[in-house]
């Protein structure tokens, strides 16, 4: 398994798409140069979208052969030739009953914003900027709503209806950003912090999209209870900003 960092403000997501910059196509094409006589393919531990970063993303690597000899040697290979965005953390050994997709796995997101004035430039790859003012007390009141089991089937796009829209929330929370810092940052930002098993195309963006626009005074408490309701026909349309969400926790049970 291999454990990686990425800024992906400059990507079109994870997966491997034609004509398109992603992360999986460049850590191929590293691969190509650092692995040339070696027939291998990866595995991602799930998708993320278009200008979504990772602090601890995965994917295992499978080889034909013989496996990896020198770790060490091999980690310091990829991240010479890897662009500045992208890192290689480390790299570790499983035996073949790991299946990084399969595997029990719990995952924390994090989405970062700030609000009521506009950013530095600067900050666009990292912080999703909103320019209304927002009740941040009532975002933080109905962060809590998402906690426990619900069904999100109003919280993803093109699910089929066969799937299994519920998810159980570990945990939900607003608090002033801590995560990431520098000195072109507003003076105060914020980060929700979600926490679960599994999310949804779309789901964490989504949440935090309803989260603006109860902070906005478009919806309200109630709307938010509603949304989460199988019966309930409100229609989500806005999905927050790709580049404000980050994948900062992957642990493996």
């Known amino acids: ?23 999986e196509s460049m850590l191929l094409k590293t691969l190509k140069f650092v692995l040339p006589e070696r027939n291998y393919k990866i595995l991602g531990a799930g998708r993320t979208d278009a200008k979504v970063s990772a602090l601890h993303g995965a994917f295992e ?5 013989s496996p990896l000899e020198d770790l060490e040697g091999f980690t310091a290979q990829f991240n010479k030739n890897l662009p500045p965005d992208i890192r290689i953390l480390s790299v570790s050994p499983t035996d073949k009953e790991f299946n990084i997709i399969q595997h029990s796995k719990e995952k924390e ?5 700030s609000f009521g004035e506009k950013n530095h430039p600067f900050c666009a790859p990292f912080i999703a900027n909103i320019l209304e003012d927002l009740n941040i007390e009532l975002m933080i009141k109905a962060a809590g709503l998402y906690v426990g089991e619900h069904n999100f089937g109003n919280y993803t796009t093109r699910h089929q209806e066969s799937t299994n829209t519920l998810r159980y929330i570990k945990s939900c929370t607003i608090k002033e ?12 930002s914020y980060a929700l912090h979600i926490v679960s ?30 949304t989460l309701k199988p019966e309930c026909e409100f229609l989500l349309s806005y999905v927050a900003p790709g580049s404000g ?9």
């Not at 990425?6 to 992360?23: A, D, E, M, V």
């Not at 690597?61 to 052969?65: A, D, G, N, S």
């Not at 810092?181 to 003076?187: D, I, M, Q, R």
């Open 61 to 65: 690597l499978f080889l034909e052969e």
């Open 109 to 113: 997101y994090i989405y970062l914003f």
């Open 197 to 226: 098993e599994g999310f949804m195309r779309y789901q964490v963006r989504m949440i935090m999209g309803a989260l603006i626009l109860l902070g906005k005074g478009e919806l309200s408490l109630h709307d938010i209870e509603n």
């Open 245 to 253: 969400l980050l994948l900062n926790r992957l642990d493996f049970k």
């Open 177 to 188: 950003n801590s995560i990431l810092k520098a000195n072109f940052f507003p003076e105060t």
């Open 1 to 23: 398994m291999i454990q990686v960092q990425y800024l992906g403000f400059r990507y079109s997501g994870w997966q491997k798409q034609p004509g398109q910059k992603t992360i």
